[in-house]
């Protein structure tokens, strides 16, 4: 009699054993899953669970079926890409002159370039400015010379000659000092008249 209650306890002491151990892999599952499960309810009825471990999404429709959303963190590689040919300068003046003011230290863009022709100014001191073309790209188009008021200088964007002038530098007490200027194309005879005269001719004589 003593012999069969001793292996009954044996067998009660084995049982909660086994279910202690069962319950603490349980918890131990549950402690490991624990947050990496979301469930957000969109506006158009949609449910979508969000595997926060992973990234992974899915979506239940309001008719009941599952579609994969794939992983909304990992950004799609295609679209990573960019361009990265520059493309030329351009200049279409919207006007046969152009007038444009600039604050010193200042860099701004040329109307009717899209940004790809722009001016640069330095210090307005005592009349004297110093001025710079460049494309976007930081190509230069007109060296860094020093200007006063009524000075022209040209530059050339593509096959086309443009002349800039001074119309006004301003140093005023309060606020920045600035600089007016207009742009227009040359035309081909005053670049002609631009360029050096040609060198004499040599005169061959006639022996005969």
Known sequence: MMKNKLLLLVAVVISLAVNDRQ????????????????????????????????????SRTPGGNWRDEGNPTQTDKTTQ?????????????????????????EERAVPGSDGSVR??????????????????????????TSVAQGDKVEFVVGKKNYVLEIKQLR?????????????????EKSSRDKQPPPGPKTIVPNNQ
């Open 23 to 58: 319950a603490l892999a349980q918890d131990v599952r549950s402690q490991t899953e624990v947050g990496r499960y979301q469930l957000v309810a969109s506006f158009d009825g949609r449910i979508v669970v969000l595997d926060t471990a992973t990234g992974q999404c899915w």
């Open 81 to 105: 890409k960019t361009d990265t040919t520059h493309k030329p300068p351009q200049l279409e003046l919207p006007s046969s002159t152009v007038e444009m003011t600039i604050i010193q230290r």
């Open 119 to 144: 001016l640069r100014l330095g210090d307005i001191t005592e009349g004297h400015v110093f001025l710079t073309a460049v494309t976007a790209d930081g190509e230069i188009l007109l060296k860094r």
């Open 171 to 187: 140093n005023i007490l309060i606020g920045d000092d600035f600089a007016t200027v207009t742009i227009t194309e040359a035309d």
